[in-house]
């Protein structure tokens, strides 16, 4: 069972890009507004991108202008490109449906200065 699968986290140097992925499960994609959240240790989880299911996208203002967020309805993933990565992305990324409780693993994104 699929539930919230996140990949394409790693190390990248500052001013470099990532594209992660989250394969959801279709009764959790469907219909929901989408978002990708990040955590560090210490600090509680933050809401850095959102989609709606008619594609509203929203950015915290620490990414916004340089991530994007994206979902694809035929196979049930939500994405986020993200560029110019800085050192104060680091963090664990996951991706979740704003009106749900489940979680993912999540995906380890760590940007070198």
């Known amino acids: 069972q699929v539930q919230l699968v996140e990949s394409g986290g790693g190390l990248v140097q500052a001013g470099g890009s990532l594209r992660l992925s989250c394969a959801v499960s279709?009764?959790?994609?469907?219909?929901?507004?989408m978002g990708w959240y990040r955590q560090t240790p210490g600090k509680q989880r933050e809401l850095v991108a959102s989609?709606?299911?008619?594609?509203?996208?929203n950015y915290a203002d620490s990414v916004k202008g340089r991530f994007t967020i994206s979902r694809d309805a035929a196979k049930n993933t939500v994405y986020l490109q993200m560029n110019s990565l800085k050192p104060e992305d680091t963090a664990v990324y996951y991706c979740k449906a704003l009106a749900s409780s489940l979680w993912g693993q999540g995906t380890q994104v760590t940007v070198s200065s």
């Open positions: 989609i709606s299911s008619r594609g509203t996208t």
């Open positions: 279709r009764n959790i994609f469907s219909s929901n507004t």
